[in-house]
């Protein structure tokens, strides 16, 4: 029995209906990015959202998380962006602000000593 070497894996991996097979997939994912994209302007556009906000790192955070969660991700309903959402942004907020307080004082306190 002859040994198959890598180079003929290669060769093998490259040709055939498995070639096909990536170039229908990177087709279809195209087709579905141009669609989610036209959709993200149409949410820009109807919403009067400056196109700017899209140089915010957090819209690109934003898509990685969703990403990450795959297809299954069902976006926030208003109630929780509105309450539960904005309420731990705001205490989150409010936590860093008692850190930056905390070091105000200390500097006040050291620049009169």
């Known amino acids: 029995m002859k040994e198959i070497s890598s180079k003929d894996k290669e060769k093998r991996a490259t040709s055939g209906s498995e070639s096909i ?9 195209k087709d579905i990015r141009e669609e989610a994209c036209r959709q993200i302007v149409r949410f820009f556009y ?14 690109l955070k934003a898509f990685e998380l969703v990403a990450k969660h795959g297809p299954s991700f069902k976006p926030s309903s208003y ?6 959402y904005l309420k731990q942004e705001m205490d989150q907020t409010m936590n860093l602000l008692k850190e930056y307080k905390l070091e105000w004082k200390k ?7």
């Open 21 to 29: 097979q990536t170039t229908l997939n990177q087709l279809l994912k």
């Open 107 to 113: 500097k006040r306190l050291f620049n009169n000593v």
């Open 46 to 59: 109807t919403s009067a959202i400056p196109f700017n906000y899209v140089k915010n790192p957090e819209f």
């Open 79 to 84: 109630h929780d962006i509105k309450e539960k």
